[in-house]
C-alpha cells in the first residue's frame, strides 16, 4: 500500500486558496471603483495591491511566494487591471493565469469587459 503524496496534495491547496484570493482581490478593486465612483486597479508585477487613483489602499499579503501571476489581455494594458465607476474595466478582457513555479500546475481566471470575473473550467 503506498502513502499519499501530501506535497502535491499540500501544492494543490496552496494554488486554490491563492486563486481564490486573488478572485476576491479582483472583485474587492472593482467594489471599491463602483462605491467610492473613482477609478480602481489591481496591480501585481512588483507587489499585489489595490490602489484608487494612485493612492495605495489596499496591500494583498494572501497569495503565496510560490505562485506567479500573468494577465493575457486584449487589445490593453497587462500590467494592471482597472475597473470604472461603473464596474466596467478599462476595455480590458483576458485572463489571470496563476501557477505554481516550477510545476505545469495552474489555474485561470476569466476578466470579462464588464466586470464579470469567473474561475475556468480545468
Known amino acids: 500500500m503506498g502513502l499519499p503524496n501530501f506535497k502535491i ?3 494543490q491547496e ?13 472583485r474587492t478593486t472593482r467594489y471599491l471603483a463602483i462605491k467610492t465612483q473613482t477609478r ?7 507587489d499585489n495591491y489595490i490602489d484608487q487613483e494612485n493612492r495605495l ?16 489581455a486584449s487589445f490593453a494594458r497587462d500590467d ?3 475597473f470604472l465607476p461603473n464596474g466596467f474595466t ?6 489571470f ?4 513555479k516550477n510545476t505545469q500546475r495552474c489555474q485561470k481566471i476569466v476578466v470579462l469587459s464588464s466586470g464579470v470575473v469567473r474561475l475556468a473550467a480545468r
Open 97 to 100: 493565469e496563476l501557477c505554481l
Open 14 to 26: 496552496e494554488l486554490n486558496t491563492s486563486t481564490q484570493a486573488w478572485m476576491n482581490a479582483i
Open 80 to 82: 494592471e487591471l482597472t
Open 40 to 46: 480602481a486597479s489591481l496591480h501585481w508585477q512588483n
Open 90 to 95: 478599462e476595455g480590458q478582457q483576458g485572463h
Open 57 to 72: 489602499k489596499y496591500t494583498i499579503h494572501s497569495i503565496a511566494p510560490e505562485i506567479k501571476i500573468r494577465f493575457r
Open 9 to 11: 496534495f499540500f501544492q
